[in-house]
Protein backbone atom coordinates (compact mmCIF):
# COMPACT_ATOMS: atom_id res chain seq x y z
CA UNK A 1 0.00 0.00 0.00
CA UNK A 2 3.05 2.33 0.37
CA UNK A 3 3.84 2.62 -3.28
CA UNK A 4 0.21 4.26 -3.89
CA UNK A 5 0.24 7.43 -4.29
CA UNK A 6 -2.57 8.06 -2.17
CA UNK A 7 -2.37 7.89 1.99
CA UNK A 8 -3.56 4.50 2.66
CA UNK A 9 -4.86 4.01 6.00
CA UNK A 10 -6.69 0.94 8.16
CA UNK A 11 -8.90 2.59 11.22
CA UNK A 12 -11.31 1.05 14.36
CA UNK A 13 -14.65 1.06 13.87
CA UNK A 14 -15.05 3.44 17.07
CA UNK A 15 -16.20 6.62 17.50
CA UNK A 16 -12.84 8.39 16.53
CA UNK A 17 -12.01 5.84 13.74
CA UNK A 18 -8.96 5.27 15.49
CA UNK A 19 -5.85 5.07 13.11
CA UNK A 20 -4.45 1.46 13.26
CA UNK A 21 -1.70 2.29 9.98
CA UNK A 22 -1.38 4.80 7.76
CA UNK A 23 0.91 5.45 4.72
CA UNK A 24 4.07 7.76 4.73
CA UNK A 25 2.62 10.02 2.39
CA UNK A 26 0.67 11.41 5.36
CA UNK A 27 3.44 13.42 6.20
CA UNK A 28 3.69 15.09 2.75
CA UNK A 29 0.18 15.96 2.45
CA UNK A 30 -0.61 17.20 6.01
CA UNK A 31 2.93 17.69 7.76
CA UNK A 32 2.60 14.99 10.68
CA UNK A 33 4.33 11.37 10.25
CA UNK A 34 2.44 8.25 10.64
CA UNK A 35 4.15 7.87 13.94
CA UNK A 36 2.72 11.38 15.62
CA UNK A 37 -0.61 10.74 13.66
CA UNK A 38 -1.01 7.19 15.26
CA UNK A 39 0.12 8.55 18.42
CA UNK A 40 -2.71 11.37 18.33
CA UNK A 41 -5.79 9.31 18.01
CA UNK A 42 -7.99 12.18 17.90
CA UNK A 43 -6.14 14.39 15.27
CA UNK A 44 -8.32 13.40 12.52
CA UNK A 45 -11.65 14.29 14.13
CA UNK A 46 -9.93 18.25 15.64
CA UNK A 47 -8.33 18.79 12.66
CA UNK A 48 -11.69 18.45 10.50
CA UNK A 49 -12.92 21.48 8.97
CA UNK A 50 -16.03 22.96 11.41
CA UNK A 51 -18.12 23.28 9.07
CA UNK A 52 -17.76 19.99 7.45
CA UNK A 53 -17.12 17.76 11.12
CA UNK A 54 -20.86 16.91 11.56
CA UNK A 55 -21.41 15.74 8.61
CA UNK A 56 -18.60 13.90 7.90
CA UNK A 57 -18.82 12.38 11.91
CA UNK A 58 -22.21 11.43 10.67
CA UNK A 59 -21.44 9.47 7.48
CA UNK A 60 -18.71 7.68 9.40
CA UNK A 61 -21.23 6.75 11.54
CA UNK A 62 -23.99 5.89 8.99
CA UNK A 63 -21.02 3.52 7.21
CA UNK A 64 -20.41 2.04 10.96
CA UNK A 65 -23.91 0.76 11.30
CA UNK A 66 -24.76 -0.24 7.87
CA UNK A 67 -21.66 -1.88 6.60
CA UNK A 68 -21.89 0.74 3.72
CA UNK A 69 -18.97 2.21 1.93
CA UNK A 70 -17.67 5.69 3.77
CA UNK A 71 -17.46 7.85 0.61
CA UNK A 72 -16.87 11.54 1.22
CA UNK A 73 -15.18 14.90 0.42
CA UNK A 74 -14.07 17.04 3.30
CA UNK A 75 -11.06 20.06 4.58
CA UNK A 76 -8.74 19.00 7.45
CA UNK A 77 -6.19 21.11 8.76
CA UNK A 78 -2.83 20.09 8.01
CA UNK A 79 -0.22 20.19 11.23
CA UNK A 80 0.93 23.72 10.33
CA UNK A 81 -2.15 24.73 9.22
CA UNK A 82 -2.50 24.28 5.66
CA UNK A 83 -6.25 23.95 4.70
CA UNK A 84 -6.34 20.48 2.61
CA UNK A 85 -9.40 19.36 0.56
CA UNK A 86 -9.39 15.18 1.02
CA UNK A 87 -11.48 12.91 -1.21
CA UNK A 88 -12.06 9.95 1.12
CA UNK A 89 -13.05 6.36 0.03
CA UNK A 90 -13.41 3.51 2.72
CA UNK A 91 -15.12 0.00 3.47
CA UNK A 92 -15.39 -2.33 6.15
CA UNK A 93 -13.31 -5.22 6.20
CA UNK A 94 -13.92 -8.42 7.95
CA UNK A 95 -10.67 -11.10 8.70
CA UNK A 96 -9.54 -12.72 11.01
CA UNK A 97 -7.96 -10.00 12.74
CA UNK A 98 -11.33 -8.51 13.56
CA UNK A 99 -13.24 -5.63 11.60
CA UNK A 100 -11.68 -2.77 10.66
CA UNK A 101 -11.95 -0.05 8.19
CA UNK A 102 -9.37 0.29 5.58
CA UNK A 103 -9.43 3.55 3.46
CA UNK A 104 -7.83 5.57 0.71
CA UNK A 105 -7.25 9.42 0.62
CA UNK A 106 -6.52 11.69 -2.12
CA UNK A 107 -5.28 15.32 -2.37
CA UNK A 108 -7.79 17.27 -4.27
CA UNK A 109 -7.03 20.14 -3.11
CA UNK A 110 -6.13 21.57 -6.81
CA UNK A 111 -9.15 20.48 -8.02
CA UNK A 112 -11.84 21.97 -5.69
CA UNK A 113 -9.38 25.62 -5.97
CA UNK A 114 -10.30 24.91 -9.65
CA UNK A 115 -13.95 23.89 -9.01
CA UNK A 116 -13.82 27.44 -7.09
CA UNK A 117 -12.31 29.44 -8.84
CA UNK A 118 -14.82 27.94 -11.73
CA UNK A 119 -17.77 29.02 -9.50
CA UNK A 120 -16.57 32.50 -8.80
CA UNK A 121 -16.40 32.83 -12.27
CA UNK A 122 -19.68 31.57 -13.16
CA UNK A 123 -21.06 33.83 -10.89
CA UNK A 124 -19.55 37.22 -11.94
CA UNK A 125 -20.30 35.96 -15.72
CA UNK A 126 -24.17 35.72 -14.11
CA UNK A 127 -23.95 39.33 -12.74
CA UNK A 128 -22.50 40.68 -15.61
CA UNK A 129 -25.26 38.99 -17.43
CA UNK A 130 -28.10 40.11 -15.12
CA UNK A 131 -27.16 43.61 -15.61
CA UNK A 132 -26.57 44.16 -19.42
CA UNK A 133 -28.20 46.54 -20.71
CA UNK A 134 -28.31 44.14 -23.65
CA UNK A 135 -30.41 41.49 -24.34
CA UNK A 136 -28.94 37.91 -24.11
CA UNK A 137 -30.33 34.39 -25.00
CA UNK A 138 -28.72 30.84 -25.68
CA UNK A 139 -30.93 28.58 -27.77
CA UNK A 140 -30.26 25.07 -28.86
CA UNK A 141 -28.99 25.15 -32.29
CA UNK A 142 -30.65 21.82 -33.17
CA UNK A 143 -33.96 22.09 -31.44
CA UNK A 144 -34.19 25.82 -31.18
CA UNK A 145 -35.57 25.95 -27.45
CA UNK A 146 -34.77 28.63 -25.17
CA UNK A 147 -31.89 27.67 -22.96
CA UNK A 148 -31.53 30.48 -21.07
CA UNK A 149 -32.23 34.58 -20.86
CA UNK A 150 -31.05 36.96 -18.95
CA UNK A 151 -32.99 39.92 -16.81
CA UNK A 152 -33.26 42.34 -19.76
CA UNK A 153 -34.07 39.83 -22.43
CA UNK A 154 -36.87 38.07 -20.17
CA UNK A 155 -37.76 42.17 -19.99
CA UNK A 156 -37.66 42.98 -23.61
CA UNK A 157 -40.18 39.67 -23.78
CA UNK A 158 -42.44 40.63 -21.53
CA UNK A 159 -43.08 37.38 -19.93
CA UNK A 160 -41.91 35.89 -16.79
CA UNK A 161 -38.66 33.47 -17.63
CA UNK A 162 -40.14 29.86 -17.13
CA UNK A 163 -42.96 31.06 -19.73
CA UNK A 164 -39.63 31.58 -21.90
CA UNK A 165 -37.19 29.44 -20.93
CA UNK A 166 -37.87 25.44 -22.67
CA UNK A 167 -40.27 27.15 -25.55
CA UNK A 168 -39.43 27.57 -29.12
CA UNK A 169 -37.73 30.13 -30.29
CA UNK A 170 -39.92 31.08 -33.37
CA UNK A 171 -42.26 31.67 -30.17
CA UNK A 172 -40.48 35.04 -28.89
CA UNK A 173 -37.54 35.72 -30.77
CA UNK A 174 -38.42 36.37 -34.22
CA UNK A 175 -41.34 36.58 -36.81
CA UNK A 176 -40.59 33.30 -39.14
CA UNK A 177 -42.34 30.24 -39.47
CA UNK A 178 -40.72 27.45 -38.11
CA UNK A 179 -38.14 25.29 -40.31
CA UNK A 180 -36.99 29.03 -41.81
CA UNK A 181 -35.01 29.66 -39.04
CA UNK A 182 -32.30 32.86 -40.83
CA UNK A 183 -29.30 31.34 -38.76
CA UNK A 184 -29.78 27.41 -38.72
CA UNK A 185 -32.18 26.36 -41.81
CA UNK A 186 -31.16 29.33 -44.45
CA UNK A 187 -27.49 29.59 -43.52
CA UNK A 188 -27.71 33.26 -42.52
CA UNK A 189 -24.97 35.30 -40.55
CA UNK A 190 -26.26 38.23 -38.45
CA UNK A 191 -24.05 40.67 -36.76
CA UNK A 192 -25.07 44.10 -35.74
CA UNK A 193 -28.47 44.16 -37.94
CA UNK A 194 -32.00 45.83 -37.76
CA UNK A 195 -34.35 43.03 -37.52
CA UNK A 196 -38.00 42.96 -35.69
CA UNK A 197 -38.89 40.68 -32.62
CA UNK A 198 -41.83 39.40 -31.08
CA UNK A 199 -42.66 39.67 -27.25
CA UNK A 200 -45.20 37.66 -25.19
CA UNK A 201 -47.73 40.45 -26.24
CA UNK A 202 -47.48 40.00 -29.92
CA UNK A 203 -46.04 43.59 -30.39
CA UNK A 204 -43.67 44.07 -32.94
CA UNK A 205 -40.31 45.24 -31.52
CA UNK A 206 -37.41 46.76 -33.94
CA UNK A 207 -33.91 45.45 -32.22
CA UNK A 208 -30.49 45.49 -33.00
CA UNK A 209 -28.97 41.88 -33.04
CA UNK A 210 -26.54 39.94 -33.80
CA UNK A 211 -25.92 36.02 -33.56
CA UNK A 212 -23.09 33.74 -32.42
CA UNK A 213 -22.80 29.92 -32.53
CA UNK A 214 -20.86 28.36 -29.65
CA UNK A 215 -20.05 24.95 -28.72
CA UNK A 216 -20.79 24.26 -25.30
CA UNK A 217 -20.20 20.93 -23.68
CA UNK A 218 -20.20 19.40 -27.38
CA UNK A 219 -23.39 20.87 -28.08
CA UNK A 220 -24.30 23.72 -30.72
CA UNK A 221 -25.78 26.75 -29.12
CA UNK A 222 -26.74 30.07 -30.61
CA UNK A 223 -25.77 33.04 -28.67
CA UNK A 224 -27.91 35.85 -29.51
CA UNK A 225 -27.52 39.51 -28.14
CA UNK A 226 -30.44 42.74 -29.01
CA UNK A 227 -30.93 46.08 -27.66
CA UNK A 228 -33.82 47.53 -28.00
CA UNK A 229 -33.97 50.46 -30.48
CA UNK A 230 -37.10 51.23 -30.62
CA UNK A 231 -36.60 54.64 -29.18
CA UNK A 232 -33.47 55.22 -32.10
CA UNK A 233 -36.29 54.50 -34.48
CA UNK A 234 -38.84 56.89 -33.45
CA UNK A 235 -36.28 59.47 -33.26
CA UNK A 236 -35.09 58.48 -36.96
CA UNK A 237 -38.90 58.89 -37.94
CA UNK A 238 -39.07 62.17 -36.38
CA UNK A 239 -36.36 63.28 -38.08
CA UNK A 240 -36.88 62.32 -41.24
CA UNK A 241 -40.85 63.50 -40.63
CA UNK A 242 -38.99 67.24 -39.54
CA UNK A 243 -36.80 66.74 -42.80
CA UNK A 244 -39.51 66.58 -45.13
CA UNK A 245 -42.04 69.21 -43.36
CA UNK A 246 -38.72 71.54 -43.78
CA UNK A 247 -38.14 70.39 -47.47
CA UNK A 248 -41.98 70.83 -48.70
CA UNK A 249 -41.78 74.55 -46.44
CA UNK A 250 -38.54 75.00 -48.56
CA UNK A 251 -40.43 74.07 -51.91
CA UNK A 252 -43.28 75.92 -51.34
CA UNK A 253 -40.97 79.19 -50.52
CA UNK A 254 -38.89 78.62 -53.76
CA UNK A 255 -42.34 78.14 -56.22
CA UNK A 256 -43.73 81.10 -54.52
CA UNK A 257 -40.71 83.37 -54.98
CA UNK A 258 -40.52 82.18 -58.58
CA UNK A 259 -43.63 83.16 -59.18
CA UNK A 260 -43.59 86.49 -58.00
CA UNK A 261 -40.31 86.82 -60.05
CA UNK A 262 -42.59 86.05 -63.20
CA UNK A 263 -45.23 88.77 -62.00
CA UNK A 264 -42.49 91.06 -61.60
CA UNK A 265 -40.92 90.77 -65.10
CA UNK A 266 -44.35 90.84 -66.78
CA UNK A 267 -44.35 93.84 -65.18
CA UNK A 268 -41.39 94.85 -66.68
CA UNK A 269 -41.75 93.86 -69.96
CA UNK A 270 -45.70 95.48 -70.10
CA UNK A 271 -43.80 98.71 -68.88
CA UNK A 272 -41.49 98.26 -71.77
CA UNK A 273 -44.21 97.71 -74.31
CA UNK A 274 -45.92 100.55 -72.83
CA UNK A 275 -43.19 102.76 -73.57
CA UNK A 276 -42.59 101.43 -77.32
CA UNK A 277 -39.48 99.31 -76.35
CA UNK A 278 -38.76 95.74 -77.05
CA UNK A 279 -39.93 93.46 -73.80
CA UNK A 280 -36.75 92.49 -71.76
CA UNK A 281 -37.41 89.06 -70.49
CA UNK A 282 -39.00 85.55 -72.36
CA UNK A 283 -41.71 84.22 -70.19
CA UNK A 284 -42.04 80.68 -70.32
CA UNK A 285 -45.48 79.85 -71.85
CA UNK A 286 -45.97 83.18 -73.13
CA UNK A 287 -45.95 83.81 -76.96
Known amino acids: MEHISAITYIAALDESSTTLYVSPLIETIL ?3 PADYKAAP ?54 DKGNHLQGVMYDITERKHAEQELEESRKRLRVILEHLQTG ?26 EEIVGKICHKFVCPVEQGKCPISDLGQSIGNSERERINANGETIAILKSVVPVTLNGHLYFIESFVDIRERKRAENELKKKKNEELELFNRLTVGRELKMIELKKEINALLEDLGKEPRYEIAGES
Open 136 to 161: VMIIDAETHEIFNANLRAVEMMGAAK
Open 31 to 33: GIS
Open 42 to 95: DFWVKHLHPDDRERVMGEIRRCHESDQPFISEYRIASKDGRLVWLSDDAVIVKD
